[in-house]
């Protein structure tokens, strides 16, 4: 007892109490992430509540709306060509239940707004998407374990000079591993399993301690909203270090603003012109 009283004991409260104190003053170890963007206003695959999902009238509805960065998901047509698409299943897009890798793209993709209505049916090309928003944050996450689109997307980024501007995103750590594998020069969230490893070093108190190299924390909003999950503390530390923490889905009002009231640098929503609005009520954007 009397070891434990004489040792132990002043150093965990020593750990603890240096512990919070690097967590609110991480600059003291961590040099600060500088990215080329800091996004508040981030439109859920390009918006795709106001307009139909995955069409370039949709990517510009939300660009004109005022969007700082368009998140997206890529598919590879059996042709070769990326296209944006959240699912590699057609059937809730377009009514027609194919795989985007079985079809070629001029010939067969069938049109997208199966459940909604609007001028433009066509899947965007990522191509297209770069060439016409040059200098727009992209956030692009890839749910397949596909070399061949990773290594397309990456060509494509490279092509257009992009690369400090485009994020790869995935919750699957094999496929970030091989996507940074491709391009490491890119910025990258944080995976499921990353996620995870944050909250034990956090609740460890062992973060402030710990190189992060990710640059954005995206994460579901009602899993955050758990007290036993994340904490406002957390946010702010990451937002210390320059890692931007992105909240989503927000499509209301209220879940906007409890997204900022956790800490969230920047919310993630399928309805741009109502994340304009709330943001300019509350002088978060100019």
Request: proline share 3%.
């Given at each position: 007892?009397?070891?434990?009283?004489y040792?132990?004991?002043?150093?965990?409260?020593?750990?603890?109490?240096?512990?919070?104190?690097l967590?609110?003053?991480?600059?003291?170890?961590?040099?600060?992430?500088?990215?080329?963007?800091?996004?508040?206003?981030?439109?859920h695959?390009?918006?795709?509540?106001?307009r139909?999902?995955?069409?370039m009238?949709?990517?510009?509805?939300?660009?004109?709306?005022?969007?700082?960065?368009?998140?997206?998901?890529?598919?590879?047509?059996?042709?070769?060509?990326?296209?944006?698409s959240?699912?590699?299943?057609?059937?809730?897009?377009?009514?027609?239940?194919?795989?985007?890798?079985?079809?070629?793209?001029?010939?067969?993709?069938?049109p997208?707004?199966?459940?909604?209505?609007?001028?433009?049916?066509?899947?965007?090309?990522l191509?297209?998407?770069?060439?016409?928003?040059p200098?727009?944050?992209?956030?692009?996450e890839?749910?397949?374990?596909?070399?061949?689109?990773?290594?397309?997307?990456?060509?494509?980024?490279?092509?257009?000079?992009?690369e400090?501007?485009?994020?790869?995103?995935?919750?699957?750590?094999?496929?970030?591993k091989?996507?940074?594998?491709t391009?490491?020069?890119?910025?990258?969230?944080?995976?499921?399993?990353?996620?995870?490893?944050?909250?034990?070093?956090?609740?460890?108190?062992?973060?402030?301690?710990?190189?992060?190299?990710?640059?954005?924390?995206?994460?579901?909003?009602?899993?955050?909203?758990?007290?036993?999950?994340?904490?406002k503390?957390?946010?702010?530390?990451?937002?210390?270090?320059?890692?931007?923490?992105?909240l989503?889905?927000?499509?209301?009002?209220?879940?906007?603003?409890?997204?900022?009231?956790?800490?969230?640098?920047g919310?993630?929503?399928?309805?741009?012109?109502?994340?304009?609005?709330?943001?300019?009520?509350?002088?978060?954007?100019?």
């Amino acid at each position: 007892m009397s070891y434990f009283l004489y040792f132990i004991l002043p150093a965990l409260g020593g750990y603890t109490l240096g512990s919070v104190y690097l967590l609110k003053n991480p600059h003291i170890l961590h040099k600060r992430k500088r990215t080329a963007f800091y996004c508040t206003h981030i439109s859920h695959r390009g918006g795709c509540g106001e307009r139909i999902e995955s069409t370039m009238e949709a990517f510009t509805h939300a660009v004109e709306q005022g969007t700082q960065m368009l998140e997206l998901d890529c598919h590879l047509t059996h042709d070769g060509h990326v296209v944006v698409s959240h699912d590699e299943n057609l059937l809730r897009q377009t009514g027609h239940d194919v795989t985007v890798s079985s079809l070629k793209l001029f010939s067969r993709l069938p049109p997208a707004g199966h459940y909604s209505s609007g001028s433009d049916r066509k899947f965007a090309l990522l191509e297209d998407l770069f060439r016409k928003f040059p200098n727009m944050p992209v956030s692009i996450e890839i749910k397949e374990n596909n070399s061949q689109l990773i290594k397309k997307v990456s060509d494509l980024i490279k092509h257009y000079n992009r690369e400090d501007i485009t994020v790869w995103a995935s919750i699957n750590s094999s496929i970030m591993k091989k996507c940074r594998k491709t391009n490491s020069s890119m910025p990258h969230s944080f995976t499921l399993s990353r996620g995870v490893q944050l909250l034990f070093l956090f609740y460890t108190g062992l973060l402030p301690f710990v190189t992060l190299e990710e640059s954005l924390l995206q994460f579901y909003l009602p899993c955050i909203i758990n007290s036993i999950t994340m904490r406002k503390s957390l946010f702010k530390h990451l937002a210390a270090r320059g890692i931007q923490v992105h909240l989503f889905v927000c499509n209301e009002d209220k879940d906007i603003k409890k997204a900022f009231d956790l800490g969230a640098t920047g919310v993630m929503s399928d309805y741009p012109s109502l994340l304009t609005r709330f943001l300019r009520r509350n002088g978060s954007q100019d």
